[in-house]
């Protein structure tokens, strides 16, 4: 099974209304894709505070309402993603580049 290290925002685009946000349907399916059990999801130490600020900067441009912006941080905290440091996974990526292996896949097939 796949792992795969999601950034803020890909997770932003799970909650935020699809219009105006490129590549909405892909990050949805990728959460599909974890919600089937098929990959698994990783994510860095800053994710947190940076899904923050995307909802934070949503609803202060007026494109979503502060409801719905806490209501989508409290569904992300419950989400048991394993979060490791940023230094770590530049380690991982080091040690898969020298394997000529791919660091992590987008998009499951």
Do not use: H
């Not at 997770?11 to 974890?34: I, M, T």
């Not at 905290?77 to 987008?106: E, N, V």
């Amino acid at each position: 099974m796949s792992v795969i290290v999601v950034d803020a925002s890909v997770a932003a685009k799970w909650f935020l209304p699809p219009s105006g946000e490129p590549l909405s349907a892909e990050a949805r399916r990728l959460l599909s894709a974890y919600e089937d059990g098929r990959v698994r999801f990783m994510v860095p130490d800053l994710f947190w505070a940076e899904c923050a600020n995307i909802l934070w900067k949503a609803v202060r441009q007026g494109r979503w309402t502060l409801r719905a912006a806490e209501d989508a941080m409290r569904l992300l905290k419950q989400q048991p993603f394993p979060t490791t440091s940023a230094p770590d996974l530049l380690l991982d990526f080091r040690i898969r580049i020298s394997r000529q292996s791919l660091p992590l896949r987008a998009i499951p097939p």
